[in-house]
């Protein structure tokens, strides 16, 4: 049975410019939520969705946007890029309910310089 | 609102010690729902354990063990005889039944040295 798949891996960007970030979810999940993970803020909840729509979201800027698809893969992007935004930045696939367990993606790591 | 503390930021132990992460949780939900995830240096979160709210029933797996006590509101884990391939950062999140976020806590570093 596949993992939950993100790509890229690894990325370089400079401030200003934007990014997409891309994730395959296990076969049968329909929630995707994405976190945020810096050695200062810890692992944060950027925004989850469920069956194409956003469920919930997290408190970060208006920069920071995602997407569901019908095939459950879901993208988000962050535009403006700022050095802060440098992070790992983790996706995460369930059945979509408080109980289920969520399992985790190898992550995309984003340097901004 | 929800909160995890891990008061524990860095542990090493020498191989075959026993050691325990300690989990503490803040929430105002009656269910809710405790994680432990373990992440080595690759980066991926792997999942541990799960314990609901309702159930405060000890739980052993091998050489992993974890103890919930809702009277202090802590979820500890640990390892007996930990061996070199622990060595990993440790995560304990909250999740409550009306939210679909994961509250994670800092996280704690285990250094096992052979």
């Known amino acids: 049975k596949a993992g939950v798949t993100q790509t890229p891996r690894y990325l370089i960007k400079t401030r200003g410019q934007q990014v997409t970030l891309s994730c395959s979810p296990i076969s049968g999940h329909r929630s995707v939520s994405w976190y945020q993970q810096t050695p200062g803020q810890g692992l944060q909840f950027l925004f989850e969705y469920f069956s194409e729509t956003q469920r919930n979201k997290g408190n970060f800027p208006g920069r920071f946007s995602g997407r569901q698809f019908s095939n459950s893969r879901s993208e988000m992007n962050v535009s403006t890029l700022e050095l802060g935004d440098s992070a790992l930045y983790l996706c995460?696939?369930?059945?979509?309910?408080?109980?289920?367990?969520?399992?985790f993606g190898a992550g995309s790591r984003l340097t901004v310089l | 609102a929800q909160k995890v503390t891990q008061a524990q930021t860095e542990i090493s132990v020498v191989e075959k010690e026993d050691v325990t992460l300690d989990c503490v949780y803040e929430t105002r939900d009656t269910t809710y729902y405790l994680f432990w995830y373990k992440q080595p240096p690759s980066g991926e979160l792997v999942f541990l354990i799960r314990?609901?709210?309702?159930?405060?029933q000890n739980e052993i797996s091998g050489r992993y063990s974890w103890n919930f006590q809702k009277s202090t509101s802590s979820f500890n884990f640990t390892i007996t005889a930990s061996q070199v391939v622990d060595s990993a950062v440790y995560f304990c999140?909250?999740?409550?039944?009306?939210?679909?976020?994961?509250?994670f806590g800092k996280g704690t570093t285990l250094s096992v040295s052979s």
């Open positions: 314990r609901n709210s309702f159930d405060e």
């Open positions: 995460a696939s369930s059945l979509g309910q408080a109980t289920n367990v969520l399992t």
């Open positions: 999140a909250l999740r409550e039944q009306a939210g679909t976020a994961l509250i």
